[in-house]
């Protein structure tokens, strides 16, 4: 039987699904990751379509601008990527930054258009993040002579993850008009000082728990890194102090989630996964500061991998926590 071809609507997703080795735990996963934001921000109450529409334009928005971000780095990072990674696309010839560029496109039109459809403010963010992101990605990235300052930097494209789902709430379904503003244009923002904490405490969270996995994989890159001038922990100030800083972010992003659970709806059952996993995650940036030289560059890919799923799996979290809490309280199930 001839295969068939793809259609121009189908094609990019075809093509996505043999672009990077992503385990399909991961791909699953951010699902669950990006709708964990609103659920948390909206709280344990009935759901209607409103809500529920809500949090699929956010999971569409979300995603669409993962790729997007990941399609750019791709195209900007092209020469950093033929020495650390000549396995993806253009360096390994699979597809020409034209039409790389084209699929890049396609996603930044979905992020755009369903950020829109949520409201002016989460345009707003979306846009602000894609021309921070084009910009590190283009020229400072390279041209910063600040140590360290790639990974600095890099997570404050997660932090957006975040802001983006409080936003959403705070624009379309508030909950609160403790704190109420009204914009030109842009509209209006309802919301609470309990409501910001959260969100507060998330954002750094998110920044941490991410720098935290970054770090090991700068160890891995360090190479492709300081031949193209990209400044990274490892290549300013060394693969030890490198990893010794990783684990202190990862320490701090784990009492970080603590103190969420604390200010926030969530119950026990965020608390005791949360725990076993930060105490399994811990293992290996223990392991990462305790190797030589020799073995530290390749042990920081295993554990930029582990501390990647911490950092996912703490959104999974949130959602199986409010989603059970949601069942018994609209079921009444005990």
């Known amino acids: 039987m001839e295969r068939q071809t793809p259609s121009i609507v189908t094609r990019p997703f075809v093509f996505l699904s043999r672009w990077r080795s992503l385990p399909l735990y991961e791909i699953i996963s951010y699902f669950f990751m990006y ?38 780095n791709d195209i900007t990072d092209a020469d950093i990527d033929a020495i650390a ?13 034209k039409k790389f560029f084209v699929v890049a496109l396609f996603f930044s039109a979905l992020t755009f258009i369903f950020a829109f459809l949520i409201s002016i403010w989460c345009l707003f963010i979306v846009g602000a993040s894609a021309l921070f992101v084009t ?16 990974e600095i930097f890099t997570p404050l494209q997660w932090i957006v993850v975040p802001l983006f789902g409080f936003m959403a709430i705070w624009t379309v379904l508030p909950q609160s008009s403790e ?18 904490q959260q969100m507060i405490v998330f954002l750094i969270f ?45 320490s701090i992003s784990g009492i970080l989630g603590l103190l969420l659970y604390f200010i926030s709806v969530l119950s026990e059952i965020f608390l005791i996964l949360f ?38 799996f703490c959104f999974l979290f949130i959602f199986i926590d409010i989603l059970i809490q949601l069942l018994v309280f609209n079921f009444q199930i005990i």
């Open 206 to 250: 998110t920044y941490f728990a991410d720098n935290a996995h970054d770090l090991p994989e700068g160890i891995h890159d360090i190479e492709g890194d300081r031949k193209l001038g990209v400044k990274t922990y490892a290549n300013s100030f060394g693969e030890k102090n490198a990893a010794i800083i990783s684990i202190t972010m990862f």
């Open 35 to 72: 709708a964990s934001i609103p659920m948390l921000a909206y709280g344990i109450q009935s759901y209607d379509f409103e809500i529920i529409k809500l949090i699929v334009f956010v999971i569409i928005t979300l995603y669409s601008g993962f790729f997007a971000a990941l399609i750019w």
């Open 135 to 150: 910009f590190h990605n283009k020229y400072l990235k390279k041209s910063v002579k600040l140590p360290a300052y790639s």
């Open 85 to 97: 990674h000549n396995d993806r696309p253009i360096p390994s010839g699979i597809i020409s930054r």
């Open 275 to 312: 725990i076993f996993l930060w105490l399994h995650t811990f293992r290996y940036y223990y392991k990462l500061i305790k190797a030589n030289q020799k073995e530290m560059k390749e042990f920081g890919k295993i554990v930029g991998r582990k501390g990647f799923d911490y950092f996912l």
């Open 179 to 196: 704190i109420y503003t009204s914009f030109l244009f842009f509209g209006n923002i309802s919301t609470s000082y309990s409501a910001i």
